[in-house]
Nanobody, 129 residues
Framework: QVQLVETGGGLVQAGDSLTLSCAGSGGMFSNTIIGWFRQPPGKEREFVGSISRSGYSTRYSESVKDRFTISRDNAKNTVVLQMISLKPEDTAVYYC??????????????????????WGQGTQVAVSS
């Protein structure tokens, strides 16, 4: 079992930056692939980005590519989502998710929510125009 807790959400203005953190506990964090997802108001949950077990690889959705950056510190059991140039359409509840599934291939990441087994409770990000 892996427990995840997201922090760092809040209300910001368009163009601002915000950093979300995902703290993991209860398992071998370095063996987890971490994904970030978000659910805008009234919409389905969507993929934001993911990072491989060692941090060797990251993947982002087209809507956040070049604005969001994911990094991890396995010694601190933490994954960070740095967001710049925020837009009103980035308003959503942001979730981090983890999985230990999959082959031990360097750089592997997942984009589908069904590939993740453990989820945090989410943190709200609101971007005003």
């Amino acid at each position: 079992q892996v427990q995840l807790v997201e922090t760092g959400g809040g209300l910001v203005q368009a163009g601002d930056s915000l950093t979300l953190s995902c703290a993991g506990s209860g398992g071998m964090f370095s063996n987890t692939i971490i994904g970030w997802f978000r659910q805008p108001p009234g919409k389905e949950r969507e993929f934001v980005g993911s990072i491989s077990r060692s941090g060797y690889s990251t993947r982002y959705s087209e809507s956040v590519k070049d604005r969001f950056t994911i990094s991890r510190d396995n010694a601190k059991n933490t994954v960070v989502l740095q967001m710049i140039s925020l837009k009103p359409e980035d308003t959503a509840v942001y979730y981090c998710a983890a999985t230990t599934r999959g082959p031990a291939i360097r750089g592997i990441t997942y984009v589908r929510s069904v590939d993740y087994d453990f989820w945090g409770q989410g943190t709200q990000v609101a971007v005003s125009s």
